[in-house]
């Protein structure tokens, strides 16, 4: 199985700053990676695909990069909505996601 | 407009079973690949199953053997059989659609099963 870490487990922000999440896949998963938005009691939401991909209807601030092992979710401006846990995930075999990382408002 | 609409969630003891449902409207399910994804309480995302459009099935280490999807095409729905189920098994169930394998682009709202004696 493919093994996928993110840091930091959670972390608070102002409204406004720049917010960065780190993936890493225990192997090479070229850009088969997709970050998701979930918000307390919600299904997840799909932001990013194929690591830099947005998704129809996502905000432009949400944005992913990376390749290979280690990629970054950024948010560029964060909003009082962004409020919710990330995770990453990989599909590039049998899908496994990520610990998520829990984003708040300081 | 698609929807998911997962039931057959509940209370069942250890090495019980159960069979979640989940209708689909807005697309047909025997078209798309569907997922099935867990979230225990407090816990992060589990992949479990998938159905191919061609009727592939794959399964998560956790629950291979004991887990059974299947879909019936003139309803459009997806199944899930949970045989032997296990205290760890306690967690929402999400039914979901993806673009391609992998891409998970639509999520039922989750139906929570609970397993305990």
């Known amino acids: 199985d493919i093994q996928m870490t993110q840091s930091p487990s959670s972390l608070s922000a102002s409204v406004g700053d720049r917010v960065t999440i780190t993936c890493q896949a225990s192997?090479?998963?070229?850009?088969?990676l997709n970050w998701y938005q979930q918000k307390p009691g919600k299904a997840p939401k799909l932001l990013i695909y194929?690591?830099?991909n947005l998704e129809t209807g996502v905000p432009s601030r949400f944005s992913g990069s990376g390749s290979g092992t280690d990629f970054t979710f950024t948010i560029s401006s964060l909003q009082p909505e962004d409020i919710a846990t990330y995770y990453c995930?990989?599909?590039?075999?049998?899908?496994?996601f990520g610990p998520g990382t829990k984003v708040d408002i300081k | 407009e698609v929807q998911l609409v997962e039931s057959g969630g509940g209370l069942v003891q250890p090495g019980g079973s159960l069979r979640l449902s989940c209708a689909a409207s807005?697309?047909?399910?025997?078209?798309?690949?569907m997922s099935w994804v867990r979230q225990a309480p407090g816990k992060g995302l589990e992949w479990v199953s998938v159905i191919y459009s061609g009727g592939s099935t794959y399964y998560a280490d956790s629950v291979k053997g004991r887990f059974t999807i299947s879909r019936h095409n003139s309803k459009n729905t997806l199944y899930l059989q949970m045989n032997s189920l296990r205290a760890e098994d306690t967690a929402v169930y999400y039914c979901?659609?993806?673009?391609?394998?992998?891409?998970?682009?639509?999520w039922g709202q989750g139906t929570l099963v609970t397993v305990s004696s």
């Open positions: 995930q990989q599909y590039d075999n049998l899908p496994t």
């Open positions: 194929d690591a830099s």
């Open positions: 807005g697309f047909t399910v025997s078209s798309n690949y």
């Open positions: 979901a659609r993806d673009t391609i394998f992998g891409v998970v682009s639509d």
């Open positions: 192997q090479d998963i070229s850009n088969y």
